[in-house]
């Protein structure tokens, strides 16, 4: 079984550029999280879906940041506009009904803002 | 506000002995503890994880010991090996949350030979 996919696995910009991220959940799987992980801190959830409907998206920067999951498969996070403070590794995790359910994680993106 | 604090930052233990992490949180309503593994370059991984119900949960080498009343868990890694190092990442869920897992700051591990 494939695991979660992302790419671009680098990405650098310079300030106020814009940038997207793809992720290719796991086959099956009906929930997506995007999460940011600055350096050596843990991840913070961004926004999540449940099919192609965003469940939480309260910790999303919206006037930069938005992301879709039109079919309820793939996913794209985009940043309109990007910031230094924006620097972090973006993960992209799925997981499969329930509220206990494990969240697998993708290899990430790693952002580098100049 | 931090709701899941993890000490030490940083710990190094030689091959054999026992790591010993250590976990809080402040919400009472947390009722789900999974710990993820994650080495560089790569995401999380979960490694094990405990409900609220219960106090032990074993997994092989890996044992998380869990006090509802202090608010404390902590994760042992038994006879540690080198490819244990890696940092490990407690994190809790509360089921009035949906499927929003918080995490903390990560505790790196290294294993020395």
């Known amino acids: 079984e494939a695991g979660v996919t992302q790419s671009p696995r680098y990405a650098v910009l310079q300030e106020g550029q814009a940038v997207s991220f793809w992720c290719d959940p796991i086959s099956g799987h009906d929930t997506l999280y995007w999460y940011q992980q600055p350096r050596d801190q843990g991840p913070q959830l961004l926004v999540y879906?449940?099919?192609?409907?965003?469940?939480?998206n309260s910790q999303l920067p919206s006037d930069r940041f938005s992301a879709v999951r039109p079919k309820g498969t793939n996913s794209t996070l985009k940043i309109q506009s990007a910031k230094q403070g924006d620097t972090a590794t973006y993960l992209c995790?799925?997981?499969?009904?329930?509220?206990?359910?494990?969240?697998?994680f993708g290899p990430g993106t790693r952002l580098l803002v100049l | 506000q931090q709701q899941v604090r993890q000490s030490p930052q940083s710990l190094t233990v030689w091959e054999g002995e026992t790591a010993i992490l250590n976990c809080s949180y402040e919400n009472s309503a947390f009722d789900y503890f999974p710990w993820y593994q994650q080495f560089p370059g790569e995401g999380p991984a979960l490694l094990i994880s405990i409900l609220s119900v219960s106090d032990k949960k074993e997994d092989g080498r890996f044992t998380i010991f869990f006090n509802k009343r202090e608010k404390k868990l902590s994760l042992h890694i038994a006879d540690s090996q080198p490819g244990d190092s890696a940092t490990y990442f407690c994190?809790?869920?509360?089921?009035?949350?949906?499927?929003?897992?918080?995490f903390g700051i990560g505790t790196r591990v290294l294993v020395r030979p």
């Open positions: 879906f449940r099919d192609e409907a965003v469940i939480d």
């Open positions: 995790a799925s997981s499969f009904l329930g509220t206990k359910d494990t969240q697998y």
């Open positions: 994190a809790a869920m509360t089921n009035s949350a949906g499927n929003k897992l918080t």
